[in-house]
C-alpha cells in the first residue's frame, strides 16, 4: 500500500530556508528554538484497506425464460414489482395449444376405443382357446381311459383262457392215464375223451384271443397319440392368442402420448410464477407482445443484498473472502453498513467498450461483497462507495508517516519533552508495525500516551531545543484547505 507523506515540497524548501539562515544566525537565535508541529500520541485502532465502488445487487438474481411463441394475455407484474415465491408473474394465451391438445386426445380416445374392442376380441379368442383345449383333452383323456381299460380286459380275458385251457389239459392227461391203468374203466376213457375235447375248444379259443392283444395295444398307443395331439393343437391356438394380446403393446402409439405431453407442458408453461422471492428489475414484455427474447424477466432476491466491485491486480492478492468491509452511498450520506467479502473471483475478465463512446468498462478481477445490515435501507441499483479492510490492529499507538526516521538501519521518532514554551529534542528508537496510508503503528518502552511526536523532524537532532506552534491535525487540515 502507498503511503502518503504529509509534507509538501513547499513545506520542504520552506525547511531548507531555515536550515540556510541558522548558519548566520547568533548563537542566541539557535537557542530561541525552532518552531515544529506535534502528534500527540494515543492508543487508538488503526487499519489498511483499500477504496472500490459497485452497484447494489441482490445475492441471486434469476432470469425467467420462455420458449413460447405465444402473445401475453395478462401481465401481473412491472419494474419494481415485489414478488413471492409462486405468485403468478403472466399468461400467456393457450387458447391455440389447448385447441390442438383437445383435437388430439378426442382422437386419441377413440383409437383407444378400438383399440380396447380389439383386446376384448382378442381376450375372448383366448379364453375360448383355455376353454376348447379343457374340452378336447377330457376327451382325449376318455378315450385314452378306455383303450386302456379295454386292453387290460382282453389280457385278464387271456391269462383267464390260458389257465382255463391248462386247467382241461391237466384233466385230460389225469383220466388218460386212470383208462390205460389196470383199474382203467370205461367211464374214466369217456371222462378223458370229454376234457380232452374241452382243451382243444380253449386252446382254440386261447389261441384266437391271443393274435387279438396286438390290436388292444395298437388301440392305446393311437389313444395316447390323439391325447397328445390334443394336447399339443390347443396350446398352439393359447399361445397364438396371447401372442395377439401381447402384441398390442407394441401397436400402441406412443408417438400420440408424446405430443400429448409436450402440448401440456406448453399449456403448463403459459402460466409464469416466480421461482423464488424478490424484485422484479428487467422486463421485456408487455401484455400483447410475443417475446423476443429468451429472458421476459428478471428477479433479484433482495432479502440479502451485495456489491460486486472491481478489484486492481495491485491490491487482488491482499483480498480475501471474510474481510471486513464498510460501506456507504449518495443516498445515505455518511451512514456506514457493515459488510464482508463473501467472494474474490481470481481470474482476470476481459472490458467491455461501448459502441458509442467508445469508454471500457469492466475488466480486471473482481469480489462480492454481502451487506450484513442496511438491507431494509439501501436499495437494488444504488451506487455504492466500500472501503475494504486488509488489515486492522486495535488499541496500538500509531504516528503519521512524516514522524518516522529511518536513518542507518535504524528507526526512531522525535519527542518534545519538557514542560514548555522549550521543549528539548529527545531521539526515541521504535519498532515499525502496520503500515496504513496516513499512520504506522509504533512500540517503544520509551513512549507512552501523551507523548508529543514531532512531525517535522528535518534538521533536528536529539537535545535541540523547539517550541511547539501547532499540533499535527492543524496542519494537515490547513495544507488539505490550500
Not at 122 to 140: F, G, P
Not at 268 to 276: I, L
Request: glycine letters at 6%; a negative charge.
Amino acid at each position: 500500500m502507498k503511503k502518503i507523506r504529509i509534507f509538501r515540497i513547499a513545506a520542504l524548501c520552506a525547511a531548507a530556508a531555515l536550515s540556510l539562515s541558522a548558519v548566520s544566525c547568533s548563537s542566541a537565535d539557535v537557542e530561541s528554538g525552532k518552531s515544529v508541529n506535534t502528534y500527540e500520541l494515543e492508543k487508538k485502532n488503526i487499519e489498511n484497506d483499500i477504496s472500490v465502488t459497485g452497484r447494489v445487487e441482490g445475492t441471486d438474481i434469476v432470469k425467467i425464460t420462455s420458449d413460447l411463441t405465444a402473445k401475453v394475455k395478462t401481465l401481473n407484474v412491472e419494474v419494481g414489482s415485489s414478488v413471492k415465491k409462486g405468485d403468478v408473474l403472466c399468461v400467456f394465451d393457450s387458447s391455440e395449444f389447448q385447441t390442438e391438445y383437445d383435437n388430439l386426445l378426442s382422437s386419441s380416445n377413440k383409437n383407444n376405443e378400438k383399440t380396447n374392442s380389439q383386446h376384448d376380441i382378442n381376450q375372448r379368442t383366448l379364453d375360448d382357446a383355455v376353454s376348447d383345449k379343457e374340452t378336447a383333452v377330457s376327451k382325449a383323456q376318455r378315450a385314452l381311459d378306455n383303450a386302456i381299460e379295454a386292453k387290460d380286459n382282453a389280457w385278464n380275458k387271456y391269462y383267464d383262457l390260458e389257465n382255463k385251457k391248462n386247467d382241461y389239459e391237466n384233466k385230460s392227461n389225469e383220466y388218460y392215464d386212470r383208462a390205460n391203468s389196470e383199474d382203467g374203466t370205461a367211464e374214466d376213457l369217456a371222462k378223458y375223451q370229454e376234457y380232452q375235447q374241452l382243451f382243444r375248444s380253449a386252446e382254440a379259443e386261447y389261441n384266437s384271443w391271443g393274435d387279438q392283444l396286438r390290436s388292444y395295444d395298437h388301440a392305446v398307443d393311437d389313444a395316447q397319440d390323439a391325447y397328445n395331439a390334443a394336447v399339443k393343437n390347443a396350446d398352439k391356438l393359447i399361445q397364438s392368442a396371447k401372442d395377439t394380446i401381447n402384441s398390442e403393446k407394441f401397436t400402441t402409439d406412443d408417438s400420440t402420448k408424446t405430443q400429448l405431453e409436450k402440448l401440456q407442458e406448453k399449456i403448463d408453461k403459459c402460466t409464469v410464477t416466480a421461482p423464488k422471492s424478490g424484485i422484479i428489475t428487467a422486463l421485456s414484455v408487455s401484455e400483447g407482445s410475443i417475446p423476443t427474447k429468451d429472458s421476459i424477466m428478471t428477479i433479484e432476491d433482495n432479502s440479502k443484498l451485495k456489491i460486486k466491485v472491481s478489484i486492481k491486480e495491485a491490491d487482488i492478492l491482499s483480498v480475501h473472502e471474510g474481510q471486513k468491509a464498510v460501506i456507504t452511498t449518495s443516498a445515505t450520506g455518511d451512514r456506514e453498513f457493515n459488510g464482508t467479502v463473501s467472494r474474490v473471483v481470481n481470474i482476470m475478465s476481459e472490458q467491455t467498450a461501448n459502441a458509442l463512446t467508445g469508454e471500457t468498462s469492466g475488466g480486471g478481477y473482481s469480489a462480492e461483497i454481502t451487506i450484513d445490515d442496511g438491507d431494509d435501507i439501501l436499495l437494488l441499483g444504488m451506487n455504492a462507495k466500500v472501503k475494504i479492510v486488509l488489515e486492522e490492529k486495535e488499541d496500538v499507538f500509531a504516528v503519521p508517516y512524516d514522524a518516522i526516521i529511518e536513518k542507518d538501519g535504524k528507526t526512531s521518532i522525535l519527542l518534545a519533552t519538557g514542560s514548555g514554551p522549550e521543549y528539548t529534542v529527545k531521539e526515541v528508537e521504535v519498532t515499525k508495525g502496520l503500515e496504513t496510508t496516513y499512520l504506522t503503528e509504533i512500540s517503544s518502552y520509551d513512549i507512552d500516551a501523551g507523548d508529543l511526536v514531532i512531525t517535522d523532524t528535518n534538521f533536528l537532532h536529539d537535545g535541540d531545543k523547539v517550541r511547539v506552534s501547532g499540533s499535527y491535525y492543524e496542519k494537515t487540515d490547513s495544507q488539505d484547505g490550500e
